[in-house]
């Protein structure tokens, strides 16, 4: 799956998945539950605005040093016996993957959650070489048994399917014969997935935060499937977006506990796992080589702009989780893996304005997303800068916007024009006011009459009572 | 106390009623209301459009109109917070960025304005009813007022007061966002609705003209029958005589 899903125009996928009335209501369940759960959690933590604040500057400082701590991970992942690979683009990525795969004559891939391998489209090109490759993520595991079908949402991509339709899936793909009931689908999908963890000759992870000091990695998840992927394959590539990186122990610490806290409305999730590079002698477990893959993609362009705080993001989506665009549109009307908020501001600075120009625009600059944020990512003002860019810069918005924008500096820029305006404007609107009020507006005004009452402009402004009240003194 | 009202838009030419109860309200607690007449708007629907140099236009106009004041009020918590933000939108501009503070540091939305500067919480109004109060998404987030509106209303004789289920979630409104993604806009604007029903409540009270003129255009197009005011003019009711 590439970052971009291919699923018609914007409109068109809007417009269906308002017409999906399971999806949405998987979604405002999600969004209801865990705004409770989070807000619980973030109490219990307290302190919360001192903690994103930390938070904040710990990102920060790792992306204006950005260059020094790559180095120093780099060093220890080698001094501790592990390889490290830059990739700039996806292809140099999949290509070093590849070459790993084909060197180790690999067979069998698993895999733990990872968006970043998704955005660099990895698994086609594992699978063109012969590979079986398995997603061991259960939401990630449904989404590909039904023909790779997109994530819908960065931590719970299977978020917009109910059981029935899983438990269609597993029919349809597994051979299941029992109940919708989660328990036993789980039960079945783990059963599965055991004989491909032991068969397995790769294992590929994603990574939530690398620790510069150490050469580690953390992976955090809820169903301990990354702890299999790395434990028992002969080899480990994990690959990370070049920002996901921590200085030490102690800011991974801190990170971690924004993560779960905001994500989940978890304390911890039930596997938090720190590795350091391949299995020492003496280990139980764990794989004889180590790789590294650091993604670029398109990061280090958007480091030094107006954009750089979007890679503080620590893919928490506490911010999807409370957008009440998403909440109606679902992930899969944003057209990208990235959805949400996080998707509106990344998805056209990785992959363009002409794939991603109407995701700005989809949000009403409410800024829950920018208040929910545990990193302080000003999402709803990145969404603003995007929105000057496309007018100013890459000249797409429309005309009539355009004029009407031109009108509007004229008019508020000069008291004269303006008071000339809003004098005139009641006659201006009389052809299409009936009891005071427009029912069928004109231009603009007609896509804002489709579904609301507009109010007739009053003959009488405030500022003509209020003059008028002024020469005649004040009533007692 | 001399208070500069800076009206916005929508109250001079559609919601006049709010601003003549801002007026009568300000005045009854003893403040003088002066009007600058050359201000316009606060340049928000160009600005959160993406259309930045034509918005600064509108603030410098706004700038000023009220350079000579010593407190700007206004009835909305969005236009209150677009003016608070001017400091950080003429940064390192040498001719606007003193002005931008300036203005910015003397701006209060109308609830914030009563209860941190003029020290009341009862305002001796009344209004019988039961009702329920729409917290704008830019006034809570954006300028930070939370509690004011809800202590003033608080105090409101014969004014039952039932808390909005999902109250912190976004009406839909969005400026041009209403327009540009109007079938988006009309899903958040009717699950909002819906919570008001769940309260049944008689009267939506808000605090910002853009979100009741979404929510009351909505009601109005549905027939509720849910009457929709903005906070002054609940404030500026006065059914009973004051008991002070």
């Not at chain 1, 989404?143 to 597993?170: M, T, Y």
Request: hydrophobic share 35%.
């Amino acid at each position: 799956m590439p970052m971009k899903i291919e699923n018609g125009p914007f409109w068109k996928r809007v417009e269906e998945n308002l017409q999906n009335d399971f999806m949405r209501g998987a979604v405002a369940g999600m969004q209801d539950r865990g705004y409770v759960r989070r807000l619980g959690v973030i109490e219990e933590l307290g302190h919360w605005e001192e903690w994103r604040s930390l938070a904040e500057q710990i990102r920060k400082h790792t992306l204006e040093h950005l260059d020094y701590y790559l180095m120093q991970l780099s060093e220890n992942v080698t001094k501790r016996g592990g390889h490290v690979f830059f990739a700039q683009t996806a292809e140099e990525a999949n290509d070093y993957i590849r070459r790993i795969t084909l060197e180790k004559q690999a067979k069998k891939i698993v895999k733990s959650k990872s968006m970043v391998t998704e955005e660099i489209n990895l698994n086609p090109v594992l699978e063109a070489i012969g590979c079986d490759v398995v997603e061991t993520d259960l939401g990630e595991y449904i989404l590909q048994i039904d023909d790779h079908d997109p994530p819908s949402h960065i931590v719970g991509p299977a978020l917009h399917k109910n059981k029935e339709q899983i438990r269609d899936v597993f029919r349809r793909k597994l051979g299941y014969d029992k109940s919708s009931d989660p328990v036993e689908l789980a039960r079945h999908a783990r059963e599965t997935l055991r004989r491909d963890y032991l068969t397995a000759d790769i294992g590929i992870t994603g990574c939530n935060f690398a620790i510069a000091e150490s050469g580690s990695i953390t992976l955090v998840t809820n169903e301990g499937n990354a702890d299999l992927v790395t434990a028992l394959p002969k080899t480990q590539i994990t690959v990370m977006g070049m920002e996901r990186i921590v200085p030490t122990f102690e800011e991974m610490e801190v990170l971690v506990s924004m993560l779960t806290r905001s994500a989940v409305g978890q304390k911890l999730t039930s596997y938090i796992t720190v590795l350091t590079g391949p299995r020492d002698e003496g280990d139980a477990d764990g794989p004889e080589e180590f790789h590294l893959v650091i993604v670029d993609n398109g990061r280090s362009s958007i480091l030094g702009t107006e954009f750089q705080p979007v890679l503080q993001c620590i893919r928490c989506a506490a911010c999807v989780n409370v957008c009440p665009v998403y909440r109606h549109i679902g992930g899969h009307s944003y057209g990208s893996i990235y959805s949400g908020p996080i998707g509106a501001v990344l998805s056209p600075l990785l992959g363009g304005y002409d794939d991603y120009k109407e995701l700005p625009y989809a949000s009403s600059l409410c800024a829950a997303c920018t208040e929910a944020c545990p990193v302080k990512i000003p999402l709803h003002e990145l969404l603003i800068k995007h929105r000057q860019i496309i007018v100013e810069r890459e000249g797409k918005a429309p005309v009539a916007e355009k004029l009407a924008m031109k009108a509007f500096r004229l008019g508020t820029a000069s008291p004269s024009l303006y008071r000339f305006g809003t004098k005139f404007a009641p006659s201006a609107f009389a052809p299409f006011v009936e009891d005071g009020r427009i029912t069928k507006g004109p231009g603009p005004l007609k896509a804002w009459t489709e579904s609301r009452e507009f109010p007739a402009p009053n003959k009488e402004r405030f500022r003509d009572w209020f003059l008028d009240r002024q020469k005649g003194g004040k009533p007692s | 106390m001399k208070v500069s009202l800076f009206v916005t838009c929508l109250i001079d030419l559609f919601y006049t009623n709010a601003g003549k109860a801002t007026v009568e309200l300000l005045e009854r607690l003893g403040c003088e209301i002066d009007f600058p007449e050359a201000q316009t708007c606060c340049g928000q629907p160009a600005y959160n459009s993406g259309y930045v140099k034509e918005a600064k236009e509108a603030m410098k106009q706004m700038m000023r109109a009220f350079a000579d004041t010593d407190y700007v009020v206004t009835p909305s918590g969005s236009c209150a917070a677009m003016l608070k933000e001017y400091p950080h939108i003429f940064h390192g501009d040498p001719e606007w960025e003193d002005e931008a503070k300036r203005l910015a540091a003397k701006t209060y939305e109308l609830t914030q304005f009563l209860v941190d500067v003029l020290k009341v919480e009862d305002v001796g109004a009344s209004l019988h009813g039961r009702a329920t109060y729409h917290t704008s998404c830019h006034m809570t987030r954006l300028l930070g007022v939370k509690e004011a509106p809800l202590r003033l209303l608080k105090h409101v004789k014969g004014l039952e007061l039932a808390p909005l289920p999902n109250a912190h979630q976004c009406c839909g409104f969005g400026g041009t966002f209403s327009v540009k993604m109007g079938p988006i806009s009309e899903q958040m604007v009717d699950e909002k609705i819906s919570h008001i029903e769940e309260v049944e409540a008689d009267y939506l009270i808000g605090a910002d003209c853009g979100c009741l003129m979404n929510i009351g255009g909505r009601i109005e197009r549905l027939g509720k029958p849910i009457r929709v005011m903005h906070i002054a003019e609940v404030l500026n009711q006065r059914n009973e005589k004051r008991g002070e």
